[in-house]
Structures are given as structure tokens and as C-alpha cells.
């Protein structure tokens, strides 16, 4: 083979190698993004209470039970398909659920709530992403499980359904919370 065709078979190299990296990354689960915050003291941070402007809420509102930190907002249709299921989650399971309202604007988030119901112990409200940026989220929902130290032990990125929940995320609580389901 001469020269001048060893040359041409170079960007058909390159298109091919582009390729298998596409079509790598397409088997790919977008929901399964790896948080470098996992196994790490959640991030500390010093927010409004949605429902209390006045109200402070820091990362010590963490500490000392097992915590589902919910990130939603009243423009999200994701957070309004979870609603439910966190309503449930909270009410059978007993299980704290912390709101993270996210880029949202407070009458809208609050109007969300008094329509689909109210599942969360206390929710942080974050419109500017101030806090959002420490603790990686870039959408949502996001939910993250804080064990009773502080520590976030999972990020699931997407909404949550019975099957996520029995699959995914009840195991993980069971565990932090000592085997209780």
C-alpha cells in the first residue's frame, strides 16, 4: 500500500474509533452518574426554609436520623410524578424526607405543595443555586440518602416509583437506619 492510501485510511481511523466511542457511550444509563459526594460528609450549607424565609436550615438538620434529601421543583414535571410516591414514602415508611427546592420561585413551589400535599419534614429553598452547585445537582429530581452522621450514602438522579423505591432506595435506608425497613 503506498503512502497517499495509508494517508486517506487515517480519518476513516479516527471516524471509526468516534464511532465505537458513541456507541459506547449510548449502552450508557444516564441515571447511574457517579457523585464524587458519595461516602462523604454532605455539604455544608445555610438556607432559607421554604415555607419560613426567617428560618435558617443548615446541614445540622441532617444529623442524627436517616434523611431522603429531595431535590424538586414546582416546574418540573419529573418532581410532580415522584409527588406521590414520596407522600407514601413518607407517610408508611415513616422515612424523613428533606425538600431541596431547586431554581424555583417560592409562591410556585408553595402552591405545588398545597395542591399535591406536603412530604417533606422541612424544605431548603435554594432559587439561586447556591447550594445546588456544592452538592453537584444539575437537575431534577435528584435524591440523595444522608445517613444519621451526615454522610451521603447514594445519589439517584430521576424521579422515584414503588419499583425504585423497593429496589433502590428502601435497601439503602434499611441498611443506615440498622436493618428497620
Request: charged share 25%; hydrophobic share 40%; aromatic share 8%.
Amino acid at each position: 500500500m503506498n503512502t497517499s492510501a495509508k494517508r486517506a485510511l487515517i480519518p476513516l481511523g479516527i471516524f471509526l474509533a468516534l464511532a465505537a466511542l458513541l456507541f459506547y457511550g449510548l449502552q450508557l444509563d444516564p441515571r447511574k452518574i457517579p457523585s464524587p459526594l458519595v461516602d462523604k460528609p454532605a455539604p455544608e450549607f445555610s438556607l432559607p426554609d421554604l415555607k419560613d424565609p426567617n428560618q435558617t436550615l443548615t446541614r445540622d438538620i441532617l444529623i442524627g436520623q436517616v434523611s431522603l434529601v429531595n431535590v424538586w421543583a414546582s416546574w418540573c414535571p419529573s418532581c410532580r410524578q415522584e409527588h406521590a410516591e414520596l407522600m407514601r414514602i413518607a407517610r408508611e415508611h415513616g422515612v424523613r424526607v428533606i425538600g431541596f427546592n431547586w431554581k424555583d420561585t417560592r409562591p410556585e413551589a408553595l402552591a405545588m405543595l398545597q395542591r399535591y400535599g406536603d412530604p417533606y419534614t422541612v424544605s431548603l429553598y435554594d432559587p439561586d443555586n447556591k447550594a445546588g452547585i456544592d452538592w453537584g445537582v444539575y437537575g431534577a429530581p435528584e435524591t440523595f440518602i444522608v445517613d444519621a452522621e451526615g454522610i451521603i450514602r447514594h445519589k439517584r438522579v430521576g424521579p422515584i416509583d414503588a419499583q425504585v423505591w423497593a429496589e433502590e432506595i428502601q435497601p439503602i435506608v434499611a441498611r443506615y437506619q440498622g436493618g428497620k425497613p
